[in-house]
């Protein structure tokens, strides 16, 4: 079988897939939907686990895709999940395959997870004070996110990744605790720039904490180095705390973008690829699959997809427009 490269026009070759299993979510964050929610995808437009399986295994046989990270919305809400972990860990054993949640049920879950072959998750946190909790995400389930990333420790989903946003004036105060904290029970904290992807269009340069600004904030309690080791196509730049081993990272899509080195491709709930994260066009696979197509074909069609893809995201243009879909519904 000839292996295809998902190559673009910029040299750059997709070999990470970012799969979106659900728009739905059971937290309201305030920086990507609104508290009333959204309304979800229909169930008969989701994909099933027998196509998920089937895209997957085709990006992984066809395609030379490496990585694979379940997303959401919220991956945890979809039924069935370790089950689905497993029959994609049959595909290829040393695919690395980790999963992005807001860790709500985790605790339940972590040790199945893990027996069916996910390696680690990242848990989106970002406070640990039950006040801010509640202001940010709507919901009062802090300490159930807590115990989600012990359960996820003891089952061995290690390194334990933490991803926290910045909010002005809700959060952005809080930083040197939240990685003290996360330094405390050995967890990596990233912090991330707010992203304009939220459902209601509200984001606003001038109101997002930057990474400077973050940097600003944590070098109050800690000293930072830039980690030694190379970047490559990661999205956090990491720094050494206070002389190591720890380290933190910054995410800085937005001020400090690295479009360059993107090895990412994205697949929706709804059998749609993304090319970048911003992207304004989709390419249906989800209809390819139910009309009969062949493997070979939607290979192609993948390929072409990704082709496509732009030099970077934009954000910086002066006719830059938010994608339709909102966070929620694309999949980090």
């Not at 895209?55 to 030379?64: D, P, T, Y």
């Not at 002005?168 to 040197?176: T, V």
């Amino acid at each position: 079988m000839q292996v295809l490269k998902l190559g673009d026009r910029y040299g750059r070759v997709a070999t990470d897939l970012r799969v979106s299993l659900t728009d739905r979510c059971n937290l309201r964050c305030s920086y990507c939907m609104p508290a009333e929610g959204l309304d979800w995808l229909p169930q008969d437009e989701t994909l099933t686990d027998d196509e998920l399986v089937r895209l997957i295994r085709i990006g992984v046989e066809r395609l030379g895709i490496q990585e694979l990270r379940f997303t959401g919305g919220e991956p945890l809400v979809r039924r069935g999940l370790p089950d689905l972990v497993r029959r994609v860990r049959e595909i290829d054993a040393g695919i690395d395959m980790s999963m992005t949640t807001n860790a709500l049920g985790l605790a339940r879950t972590a040790q199945a997870l893990a027996d069916a072959g996910l390696n680690r998750v990242n848990v989106s946190l970002d406070t640990v004070r039950a006040d801010t909790f509640h202001a940010i995400t709507r919901r009062d389930r802090l300490d159930d996110v807590i115990a989600g990333l012990a359960a996820a420790e003891a089952a061995g989903l290690g390194p334990v990744k933490v991803n926290a946003v910045l909010m002005r004036g809700l959060n952005d105060d809080q930083a040197p605790e939240l990685l003290r904290w996360c330094l405390d029970r050995g967890y990596e904290l990233r912090f991330i720039e707010q992203m304009p992807l939220d459902a209601q269009h509200g984001w606003q340069r001038d109101g997002m904490v930057t990474a400077d600004e973050i940097f600003a904030h944590l070098e109050r309690e800690f000293t930072l180095t830039p980690a030694s080791e190379p970047r490559g196509s990661a999205p956090a730049e990491l720094f050494v705390v206070d002389g190591g081993p720890a380290t933190v990272g910054v995410i800085a899509s937005v001020t400090r973008p690295f479009c360059g080195d993107c090895d990412r491709v994205r697949l929706t709930a709804d059998g749609q690829i993304r090319n970048c994260l911003f992207a304004r066009h989709e390419s249906d696979l989800r209809a390819a699959l139910r009309d009969g197509t062949s493997d070979a074909d939607i290979a192609e069609r993948w390929v072409t997809a990704v082709a496509g893809k732009a030099a970077g995201h934009g954000i910086d243009d002066e006719g830059f427009l938010q994608p339709d879909r909102p966070m929620s519904a694309i999949g980090g």
